[in-house]
């Protein structure tokens, strides 16, 4: 999944969000019982960590769903009705997540769980008029049953092309 790996790249980007540690670091930023739609929800790891902690996926879609509960729809040309937030695990291919910035975030405030090098690069320059907050998470696992982290730091990003002011950093919890 990163860029320093010799391993090959899952098929479709495929990177699973098992790691509790991610939705631990997103929930202190997230109001009670927050209605989500996961746009790029894979097989629902990221709805069912979020709907544990008393969060509501109202609409769930994906490429290549892996569940029956996710529709076969593409992010880049849906919108969601009835949410407070878009909150997903893009794919990291950069085109891709840049339009997912670009159609999500005109329509509702949207937490992306992407590499956190990306924020310090140029090709983020016209995007991160929009980034309202930053949340280190720091090195997740991707691959069930692994043992291992990958080798890329991460972090949440909240985008809202609705709302206007500073990008607010917050470190990575102990």
């Known amino acids: 999944m990163g860029k320093r790996s010799d391993f090959p790249r899952i098929d479709k980007d495929f990177y699973r969000t098992i790691d509790p540690r991610a939705v631990a670091a997103l929930a202190p930023y997230l109001e009670p019982k927050t209605r989500f739609c ?18 509501r996926c109202v609409d769930a879609w994906d490429f290549y769903p892996q569940r029956d509960d996710i529709q076969d729809r593409d992010a880049r040309h849906s919108h969601a009705d009835g949410i407070d937030r878009y909150i997903t695990n893009p794919p990291w291919s950069i085109p891709l997540l840049h339009e997912l910035i670009e159609w999500l975030s005109a329509q509702q405030p949207t937490w992306l769980l992407f590499y956190a090098d990306w924020a310090h690069t140029k090709q983020a320059e016209p995007y991160l008029k929009y980034c309202r907050k930053i949340v280190s998470v720091g090195r997740l696992k991707w691959i069930p049953g692994t043992t291992m ?25 102990a």
């Not at 790029?40 to 008393?54: N, P, S, V």
């Not at 949440?156 to 990575?172: H, I, V």
């Open 38 to 55: 996961e746009p790029c929800a894979g097989a629902g790891d990221l709805i069912d960590q979020l709907e544990a902690i008393g969060h």
């Open 149 to 173: 982290s990958g080798k890329d730091n991460c972090a949440w990003y909240l985008f809202d092309q609705n709302a206007e002011g500073q990008t607010e950093f917050f470190g990575r919890a």
